[in-house]
């Protein structure tokens, strides 16, 4: 390959790469040199609105209007929710996550479909309380008690995923703690590190700010 050839083949790869940014910033996606290192499972996170993602919408409405985290609300038959705080307030921040894992992942997985009627419905935390619920409900509660407990609404994603082993979807909440990146799975009693889980991947996140989609760099 001549000098000139390549070059040519840096200048063709370094316009593809202005393009798909241009196009990432025409469909609201916002590159900023923070957001284009790569992160969670490997991706680079494109963050957006969350006009798009209704069915997180309104679990965050139905969530403001039925509120569960009160002292004297009883979570299980041995469990109000002013113990969990007081078994999970004061300690370091990856025994709080194992706290709450552990805590949720007791409720039987339960379809949408099963519960709703409905092949896809993101449930609020009273509504898990109630009948508990599939993947992405187990992420939604989990996101709220930790909210609860002070780790930040900024720190946390539920990350909608693609197991790719099955080749199944799937959701888990993603703890972000400095370079680290913690996950919290209905599927694991321990809380992993993002680094260390290889089959999943990710399709977009989400938190109460903002939307992300992930794309793997080439």
């Known amino acids: 390959m001549t000098i000139g050839t390549h070059i040519a083949r840096i200048r063709r790869g370094m316009a593809l790469t202005l393009c798909a940014i241009g196009l990432l910033e025409v469909l609201g996606m916002f590159v900023t040199p923070a957001q284009a290192k790569t992160r969670l499972f490997g991706t680079v996170e494109f963050q957006m609105d969350l006009k798009k993602q209704q069915n997180w919408l309104s679990a965050i409405a139905r969530n403001g209007k039925h509120p569960i985290f009160f002292d004297e609300k009883r979570f299980n038959s041995s469990t109000l929710w002013k113990d969990l705080k007081k078994r999970a ?116 996140s989400v938190n109460e700010k903002h939307r992300w989609v992930h794309v793997k760099p080439k």
């Open 89 to 204: 307030s004061d300690k370091p921040l990856m025994e709080k996550l194992n706290i709450v894992n552990k805590f949720w992942n007791m409720w039987p997985y339960r379809t949408d479909k099963e519960l709703y009627g409905k092949q896809d419905y993101w449930a609020a935390p009273y509504e898990f309380l109630a009948k508990s619920g599939d993947c992405e409900d187990y992420c939604i509660i989990k996101y709220y008690t930790l909210k609860e407990l002070g780790v930040s609404i900024d720190d946390m994603r539920i990350v909608v995923v693609r197991e790719t082993i099955r080749n199944i979807g799937h959701a888990v909440l993603a703890v972000y703690d400095g370079d680290n990146i913690y996950i919290l799975d209905n599927l694991s009693e321990a809380v992993r590190p993002a680094k260390r889980v290889r089959n999943y991947r990710p399709q977009f």
